[in-house]
């Protein structure tokens, strides 16, 4: 009993570790584009009229309010570990339309304190127009980390301008990582968290600026039964409901004539699909099996083992941002990478089961080939070295040339390996696409 105790205490602490790297892929708009250029649904899409949410939520307020409801009565029926939506925040179409917007952000409880106007990001290779204004990070999201690392360019929208799918798609990929998931606990120290009635944050560090969307953003669909049993937190996960609901709004908008809400919602559910198409959100310790887990906490060696796992999350997300990056800004879309994510396959389509048969199931067989391949081709100090912290090193911001430092096998090897989760990615963003798009 006192092994499961202090297994217990491994993977508790293996999540507030996580939780300093839970973006995932950085940048999920630069990431999705390759694909939604040569998606012939995203590109043959008409210019879309901008709307702000609070015109949209105006116009169907009927509609909206029916499909709350029956996303909740969905979520208690199918979630497992579904928390309540507290019945003073059940979506009332009656309310004042100045009132409608928040009553709706209460509704589908998303953090209330951000903006929700309309924008676009510029792709790295695209000139601003004369005509377009840019926006600073700082309008968009409150996270000071983001604001600090963040080179990516935004202009406004406003309500009547148009602007191309693949615009809004893709922006609205990124959007969820700018704090609409933060502070939804009751123990986050927010006034909206602990109104949303999700109760304490099952795991992840609540102390550390991201930690609190990482149950949001990572799926534990496939856990083993012994880590089930000593953590049952880590089951207390929502992907599902977000792209459900998000999925809902989309499949509404669109039937309705609301456009680009339909790409906007349908960006905001392609996160949570990147996200869970990395193996390290989908799987606590990759390639460690109970008995290694076990031997890990009898060994001591419990930090070690963490530090080891959370510095090869961040090395491939860090490789992954800039082989992506370089390619892009050179519009080189012949890069293995751009190239495997824009495999088109018409037959991938999405039902309510694919989050977790189909992708966290995939990407939970992946973790251990990604883990194994980052050990083989990356520098030793990066991913075998436990004393080492990779994130904010120098070597992060250069990721590339330490990569390099190992010779031309590394890099083509950990591009390999790369582009088998960029494979996963690409199939299942083109499911969540179509599957919208198709309803
Ligand atoms: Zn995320």
Redesign the pocket.
């Known amino acids: 009993m006192s092994t499961l105790r202090r297994l217990v205490g491994l993977i508790t602490t293996l999540h507030m570790l996580q939780s300093t790297v839970?973006?995932?892929w950085s940048d999920?708009a630069s990431l999705a584009w390759p694909l939604l250029r040569v998606m012939p649904e995203v590109q043959n899409a008409e210019p879309l009229r901008v709307e702000t949410l609070n015109e949209f939520v105006v116009a169907e307020r009927t509609a909206i309010a029916e499909l709350l409801a029956q996303h909740e009565d969905w979520a208690l029926q199918n979630l497992e570990h579904y928390a309540a939506l507290p019945t003073e925040l059940v979506f009332d179409a009656a309310t004042a339309d100045a009132d409608l917007e928040i009553a709706f952000l209460n509704a589908i409880r998303i953090n209330p304190t951000r903006s929700y106007q309309p924008y676009r990001q510029l792709m790295s290779f695209e000139p601003k127009t004369a005509q377009e204004t840019l926006i600073a990070v700082s309008e968009l999201t409150f996270l000071q980390g983001t604001i600090a690392s963040n080179d990516s360019r935004y202009v406004s929208l406003a309500s009547g301008d148009f602007v191309s799918a693949a615009a809004v798609v893709s922006t609205a990929s990124d959007e969820?990582?700018f704090g609409l998931?933060i502070g939804l606990y009751a123990d986050n120290g927010t006034e909206h968290g602990k109104r949303y009635g999700f109760g304490n944050q099952p795991f992840g560090n609540p102390n550390l600026e991201y930690g609190s969307?990482a149950p949001?953003?990572m799926g534990f669909y496939h856990l083993d039964w012994l880590t089930s049993l000593a953590q049952p937190g880590l089951l207390q996960t929502y992907p599902l409901y977000r792209t459900e609901l998000y999925r809902k709004l989309a499949v509404l908008a669109f039937s309705t004539g609301h456009d680009y809400w339909g790409w906007r919602f349908m960006g905001w559910g392609l996160?949570?699909v990147?996200?869970l198409a990395q193996p390290y959100?989908a799987v606590p310790l990759p390639d460690t099996g109970i008995l290694e887990s076990l031997w890990i906490v009898a060994t001591g060696k419990t930090g070690e083992a963490l530090q080891l796992v959370s510095n090869r999350h961040g090395v491939i997300e860090a490789f992954q941002k800039a082989i992506v990056a370089q390619a892009l800004v050179r519009q080189d879309w012949t890069q293995s990478t751009l190239q495997e994510v824009a495999r088109l396959s018409p037959s991938a389509a999405w039902a309510q089961n694919t989050l977790i048969d189909e992708l966290t199931q995939d990407s939970a067989a992946g973790a251990a080939g990604l883990d194994r391949a980052l050990v083989k081709y990356a520098p030793p100090k990066l991913v075998s070295d436990p004393v080492f912290e990779f994130s904010q090193s120098p070597e992060e911001a250069a990721i590339l040339a330490a990569i390099a430092v190992q010779g031309e096998d590394a890099e083509a090897g950990l591009t390999a390996s790369l582009n088998q989760q960029m494979q996963r990615f690409s199939f299942f963003a083109q499911a969540w696409i179509r599957g919208i798009l198709n309803s």
């Open positions: 839970v973006h995932a999920h969820p990582d998931d969307q949001f953003h996160h949570y990147g996200d959100h």
